[in-house]
């Protein structure tokens, strides 16, 4: 069974530190990777993809991919109050089915 | 632009009722998605239509039922309700290379 896994935290970090979010997957096929951000009682935002190794930066939010080790990390520079979300790794393994995992809390304290 | 809508946002059913939830996307995405999420757990595949006129099982099939009416409209139905169908459903669309968005959400409660 393909899965993805995610530590569950929560994670906390005080504010304007580095946070990092870390995935694992299982399908070694995996083509396509993203990171979904979701707030208490809302839906997934997607805020960030990535498609091949290395790192991928976007504003405060850097993905990086490492396909031989099968992981996935996101991580958050400057961590502010707002970001204090569950973060959704997700995992395409082909054709149109995405897998996601459970999601890990981060805590940024004020 | 709304995005992606999902209608009812709460809804409580006694076991054995039907009910179907709906789902629009005006970002003209060929593709289209139902999930449902439960605590501790991850987003889980229902359904999903590739493009319209087309359906596909996801992880999760049992239970439901979909419809995709047309590019904008993908439904999700309930034909008898069970206590282990309450939870979080959303919907989703997408066009580049699997890149999902999301409705808000529709929370169901079955007693």
């Known amino acids: 069974q393909k899965e993805v896994e995610q530590n569950s935290g929560p994670l906390s970090v005080p504010e304007g530190a580095i946070a990092s979010l870390n995935c694992t997957y299982s399908?070694?096929?995996?083509?396509?990777f993203f990171w979904y951000r979701q707030y208490s009682g809302k839906s997934p935002e997607l805020i960030m993809s990535?498609?091949?190794?290395g790192d991928k930066e976007d504003g405060r939010f850097t993905a990086q991919l490492n396909k031989a080790s099968q992981y996935v990390s996101l991580l958050i520079r400057d961590s502010q109050p707002s970001d204090s979300a569950t973060y959704l790794c997700?995992?395409?393994?082909?054709?149109?089915?995405?897998?996601f995992g459970a999601g890990t809390r981060l805590f940024v304290k004020a | 632009n709304a995005g992606v809508t999902q209608t009812p946002k709460f809804q409580v059913l006694k076991t054995g009722q039907s009910m179907t939830l709906q789902c629009a996307q005006d970002?003209?995405?060929?593709?289209m998605y139902w999930y449902r999420q439960d605590p501790g757990m991850g987003l889980r595949l229902i359904y999903y239509?590739?493009?319209?006129?087309?359906?596909d099982k996801g992880e999760v099939p049992n239970g439901y039922n979909v419809s995709r009416l047309n590019k904008r409209e993908f439904s999700l139905r309930l034909e008898s309700a069970a206590p282990s169908q309450t939870s979080v459903y959303f919907c989703?669309?997408?066009?580049?290379?699997?890149?999902?968005?999301f409705g808000p959400g529709t929370r169901l409660t079955v007693t």
């Open positions: 989703a669309s997408s066009e580049k290379v699997y890149e999902q968005y």
């Open positions: 399908d070694r096929g995996s083509q396509s």
């Open positions: 990535i498609y091949s190794n």
């Open positions: 997700a995992v395409n393994t082909g054709g149109f089915k995405t897998i």
């Open positions: 970002m003209n995405h060929n593709s």
């Open positions: 239509s590739a493009s319209e006129g087309t359906t």
